[in-house]
């Protein structure tokens, strides 16, 4: 049988392409954005509890400058290899490009919704992790928090919460957020985005001790990408276009590690501090990649000092003992009487 209509590929090629282009993390383009903060799903499937997430993040780890996750949790309890071992050793040497470096590797707080987003179209697009740093008042997940700690109106239910109306304007460090505005009346999300939520503790890359190891060293291992923040997870970005609205009577479908550094972690970072503290007899080190030097068993790297170029001698300034060479005096045209 033939294909009635030969560009019917093509329109599914474009839409898988765009759903690979949204990827796996939530972020506000320019311009208007319309999204849904969704409630919190719990381990057992159920509906419920506090619809955001807090945790901690060190950045710039290693020399690939990692976003890596914080075994600590947001009031600092917890053990952490960078917090409680690397940190403090690179805080106490007499080094400033290690002081700077582990200033730099500083636990930073983030907070976190799982939203929807609403496409060209007005449909529900598959949820997705929204991660923000936390910070004053004026910040946006300070104004998300302020948006949801509200009681007249319950903006993250499935059947009748409302979705929210951002703008942004700008890029980097000249972005800025308009004020957030709620849709006038409640709409209900499609069940297949209730299908596809997922505990925002899924949604948080965990915490290993080699991760942060392979981070800070360099390793092969380290595979998260470098453009790539915490907490990304594959999940389909689209929802079905003929998706029926969710109502309060459907139900969603649906070995710890230790984190406690041991002795040979903080073997390894004491090893790895020596090496960088010898790896120059100046004040700086003579580069980025010096300070993440991974130490060698019974080997320590220790780098000479460059030798700064002799100049070669002027023919026509001599050496120490040499007899100053006189100048040729110029020739010019000779005169004839």
């Known amino acids: 049988?033939?294909?009635?209509?030969?560009?019917?590929?093509?329109?599914?090629?474009?839409?898988?392409?765009?759903?690979?282009?949204?990827?796996?993390?939530?972020?506000?383009?320019?311009?208007?954005?319309?999204?849904?903060?969704?409630?919190?799903?719990?381990?057992?499937?159920?509906?419920?509890?506090?619809?955001?997430?807090?945790?901690?993040?060190?950045?710039?780890v290693g020399p690939q400058q990692r976003t890596i996750t914080c075994a600590k949790d947001i009031t600092g309890k917890g053990s952490c290899w960078l917090c409680d071992v690397l940190i403090p050793k690179l805080k106490d040497s007499t080094k400033p490009g290690l002081r700077k470096r582990a200033a730099a590797m500083g636990a930073v707080e983030q907070f976190m919704v799982q939203v929807t987003?609403?496409?060209?179209?007005?449909?529900f697009t598959a949820p997705l992790?929204?991660?923000?740093?936390?910070g004053g008042s004026r910040?946006?997940?300070?104004?998300?928090?302020g948006l949801l700690m509200k009681t007249k109106r319950?903006?993250?239910?499935?059947?009748?919460?409302?979705?929210?109306?951002?703008?942004?304007?700008?890029?980097?460090?000249?972005?800025?957020?308009?004020?957030?505005?709620?849709?006038?009346?409640p709409t209900a999300v499609t069940k297949s985005v209730v299908q596809r939520m997922k505990t925002l503790e899924e949604l948080v890359d965990p915490y290993s001790v080699e991760k942060q190891k392979s981070a800070y060293f360099n390793r092969e291992d380290a595979d998260e990408d470098e453009d790539a923040d915490v907490g990304e997870t594959e999940l389909d970005s689209k929802a079905s276009d003929d998706d029926e609205a969710f109502d309060d009577e459907d139900s969603p479908v649906d070995d710890e590690e230790d984190s406690r550094?041991?002795?040979?972690?903080?073997?390894?970072?004491?090893?790895?501090?020596?090496?960088?503290?010898a790896a120059s007899d100046d004040d700086e080190l003579s580069s980025v990649e010096d300070l993440f030097d991974e130490p060698e068993e019974g080997v320590k790297a220790v780098k000479s000092k460059p030798q700064k170029p002799q100049r070669a001698q002027d023919q026509h300034s001599g050496g120490k003992n040499s007899k100053p060479v006189a100048k040729p005096k110029p020739v010019g045209k000779r005169r004839y009487q």
């Open 1 to 60: 049988m033939v294909d009635q209509d030969p560009n019917s590929w093509k329109r599914e090629a474009e839409k898988r392409y765009k759903e690979k282009l949204v990827g796996t993390r939530y972020k506000l383009r320019e311009g208007d954005n319309a999204i849904r903060i969704l409630p919190r799903k719990n381990a057992d499937g159920s509906i419920g509890g506090v619809p955001y997430h807090e945790f901690l993040i060190h950045r710039e």
């Open 117 to 123: 987003a609403l496409d060209s179209g007005g449909q």
């Open 129 to 134: 992790a929204w991660m923000m740093n936390a």
């Open 139 to 145: 910040t946006l997940s300070t104004q998300i928090l």
């Open 154 to 185: 319950d903006y993250v239910s499935l059947s009748k919460g409302y979705n929210l109306n951002i703008e942004r304007t700008g890029s980097g460090l000249s972005t800025r957020y308009g004020v957030i505005e709620p849709d006038a009346e």
């Open 261 to 277: 550094p041991s002795a040979e972690d903080e073997q390894e970072a004491d090893q790895s501090i020596e090496d960088a503290e």
